[in-house]
């Protein structure tokens, strides 16, 4: 348990609606990573953190913005959510030197844009 | 361009036999190499990992081998058991790669009693 949490687990919404999602760590560890989990993609990173303020884009950037105002809170947000967001989204947080991280993940959160 | 492939969408074994989950990469610059386990509903978890120095880690029933020259590692489970049954996702990354993961699309394991 690397102390993550993520809110809402759940949540459902309707197409151009914003949405946040929140993923907070009580260790201080300065990366922080979103990613999505897809059928038949596996696990790909949306956008990452490198300490507060700075965060940087991911492979799957495109409609997902984030802010890091706090140590310890990662938000991800879907500006104008659409039927191609829905997934299950995943915070990570990475542990270890340079080049030889580990990244442990938090619960996980289900998002259903109808 | 898909940089660490994991072929096999899926593999079922029978308890107590040897699975081998298989993964590729295509980035020389890749020098270090991680095994997730997944259940449904829950996070990904890290297993076992090891560095480009090494071709092979033990830990307990799980082994990961390395073969830099065909750019291919393979997780062992040995004895199989109903509990492995779960999503592997394989991963690298490279030193200086802006502390970022690459991850495979995972292959589904089944474990049959």
């Known amino acids: 348990d690397a102390g993550i949490t993520q809110s809402p687990r759940h949540k459902v919404t309707e197409t151009g609606t914003p949405v946040t999602l929140r993923c907070h760590q009580t260790?201080?560890?300065?990366?922080m990573y979103w990613y999505r989990q897809d059928p038949g993609h596996g696990l790909r990173l949306i956008h990452y953190?490198?300490?507060?303020?700075?965060?940087d884009k991911g492979e799957v950037s495109d409609g997902y913005s984030v802010s890091r105002s706090k140590t310890e809170d990662f938000l991800l947000t879907l500006e104008s959510a659409t039927s191609s967001q829905t997934s299950v989204y995943f915070c990570?947080?990475?542990?270890?030197?340079?080049?030889?991280?580990?990244?442990?993940f938090g619960p996980g959160t289900r998002l259903l844009v109808l | 361009d898909q940089q660490v492939k994991q072929n096999s969408p899926s593999l079922s074994v029978q308890e107590g036999r040897i699975s081998i989950l298989n993964c590729d990469y295509t980035?020389?610059?890749?020098?270090?190499f991680l095994w997730y386990k997944k259940y449904p509903a829950e996070g990904p978890t890290f297993l076992i990992s090891?560095?480009?120095?090494?071709d092979k880690n033990e830990d307990g029933r799980f082994t990961v081998f390395l073969n830099k020259s065909a750019k291919h590692l393979s997780l062992h489970i040995v004895p199989s058991q109903p509990g492995d049954s779960a999503v592997y996702f394989c991963?690298?990354?490279?030193?200086?790669?802006?502390?970022?993961?690459?991850f495979g699309k995972g292959t589904k394991l089944t474990v049959n009693p």
């Open positions: 990570a947080i990475s542990v270890g030197s340079r080049g030889r991280e580990t990244q442990y």
């Open positions: 260790e201080n560890h300065r990366y």
């Open positions: 953190s490198y300490g507060v303020k700075d965060t």
């Open positions: 980035n020389s610059m890749f020098d270090y």
């Open positions: 090891i560095s480009s120095i090494k």
């Open positions: 991963a690298a990354s490279a030193r200086g790669g802006s502390e970022k993961l690459v």
